[in-house]
């Protein structure tokens, strides 16, 4: 499966951003969709995700009651949507998908696919 990932961009302190991440060559229903991101000299971070068995999303604690993960079945893409930004949620955002385990669903080592990143930079 490719990903494309788009929506980044400038925002204030407590602006939203949506982010999409398009899928081609299979199905988001048919894997574990997720958003992960980069900040400068920091490491990838698990932001949110949707397994493939359910509908329970899964979300990061530093975004937990601000961003919301969906999947569009019918346009084949998973919307990150976030909400109350803060200049900490700063980085490059990735999409990703996987055929993995409910354990490991925080590890960006185990993930297989992934888009090429868009940037979220939050400033005033």
């Known amino acids: 499966v490719q990903l494309q990932a788009s929506g980044g961009g400038l925002v204030q302190p407590g602006g939203s951003l949506r982010l999409s991440c398009a899928a081609s060559?299979?199905?988001?229903?048919?894997?574990?969709m997720g958003w992960f991101r980069q900040a400068p000299g920091k490491e990838r971070e698990f932001v949110a995700a949707?397994?493939?068995?359910?509908?329970?999303?899964y979300y990061g604690d530093s975004v937990l009651g601000r961003f919301t993960i969906s999947r569009d079945n019918t346009k084949n893409t998973v919307v990150l949507q976030m909400n109350g930004l803060k200049v900490e949620d700063t980085a490059v955002y990735y999409c990703?998908?996987?055929?993995?385990?409910?354990?490991?669903?925080?590890?960006?080592?185990?993930?297989?696919?992934w888009g090429q990143g868009t940037l979220v930079t939050v400033s005033s």
């Open positions: 990703a998908a996987t055929l993995g385990i409910l354990s490991a669903l925080r590890d960006s080592t185990t993930w297989r696919y």
């Open positions: 949707l397994r493939r068995t359910n509908s329970n999303p």
């Open positions: 060559g299979g199905t988001v229903r048919a894997y574990d």
